[in-house]
């Protein structure tokens, strides 16, 4: 099973840097977990959201937000449009589902037929 995060949006923020004190480097980015097996592909409804600062690179924790930081945050988490939670099944799926509605079918045939 491999769990990633994929990048749905990424906001510039115009706030000073915590660490660096620029304001010109903030990204607020938010990512949904993508799981992918075998037998399916799905997004999931579990959203994480990060502050990194491009310019000293270092990603800012929410210990270390200050107020501008903190309201702004919390307008882009509701404005923020995850997509939606879905599961695809990939081609394996289909072919398991398909053996075994052949097996049952072959099996109720049979049964019903041996006993007429």
């Known amino acids: 099973m491999q ?15 915590p660490e660096c004190y620029s304001n010109k480097g903030l990204n607020l980015s938010f990512k949904q977990q993508f799981v992918e097996t075998k037998f399916h592909k799905s997004i999931t409804t579990e959203i994480k959201h990060e502050i990194k600062c491009q310019t000293c690179d270092t990603i800012i924790y929410p210990v270390q937000w ?8 919390a307008y882009q988490k509701r404005a923020f449009i995850p997509k939606k939670a879905s599961t695809y099944l990939k081609k394996m799926s289909w072919i398991i589902i398909g053996i075994a509605l052949a097996i049952i079918i072959t099996t109720v045939s049979i049964l019903l037929y041996t006993n007429l």
């Not at 769990?3 to 840097?17: A, P, Q, T």
């Not at 200050?66 to 945050?73: H, K, L, N, Q, S």
């Open 3 to 17: 769990d990633k995060l994929i990048l749905i949006k990424e906001v510039i923020l115009n706030n000073n840097c």
């Open 66 to 73: 200050t107020d501008d930081i903190e309201r702004v945050v």
